[in-house]
């Protein structure tokens, strides 16, 4: 694990791997290596660009939370016979639920309200929510129709409230966990 291991090499792993959260995706670079791979105006294309981008978020609050971890909890289970990735299935795994679902749940905002990425990307040949949402709220022919408007916006908004719902208690979980010491 990242987090676990001390020296230049997982340092230098670990910066290549939040160094997208500091350096910003270069759009025109992205479109044409995606046409160059026969990925642009795809799902998978728009699947890979959003993986490529928020990974390294992920990779941050993943690492930041394992590095909390008493290793004492790995050592007691080692000690009892377990192996690295029983370690990791039976005590690491339940303790990142609330950084899981958090990173969940930030990153779902995120890809679910892009429409820059999804307009350069895709390029218009896959529908999703927010081009659809942009292209009836600049049609012209609806902007007397707000209500229509705004009943997109609830209906688009529900699928987020929903994961939020389901995800609400590992994350209430996850902030008084860490309040007690």
Known sequence: ??????????????AVGICGIILPPAVVTLVLLLRQLGLA????????????????TVIFFVTGFVRTVPVSLEEAARIDG???LRVFL????????????????????YVWNDVFYAFF????????????????ASAGVH????????????LMSAP?????????RQ???????GAVK
């Open 1 to 14: 694990m990242l987090a676990r291991r001390s020296g230049r090499l997982a340092a230098v792993v670990y």
């Open 41 to 56: 105006g795809t799902a998978v294309g728009m699947i890979c660009a959003y993986v490529g981008m928020y990974l390294s």
């Open 82 to 84: 377990a192996g690295p």
């Open 90 to 109: 039976t005590i690491i795994l339940p303790l990142l639920r609330p950084v899981l679902a958090t990173a969940t749940i930030l990153i779902s905002l």
């Open 121 to 136: 990307v895709v390029g218009g040949r896959v529908d999703t929510l927010p081009l659809n949402l942009f292209a009836v």
């Open 143 to 154: 902007l007397n129709n707000w209500h229509l408007i705004f009943t997109y916006v609830l």
């Open 160 to 168: 987020l409230v929903l994961l939020f719902t389901v995800f609400q």
């Open 171 to 177: 994350i209430i979980s996850g902030i008084t966990s």
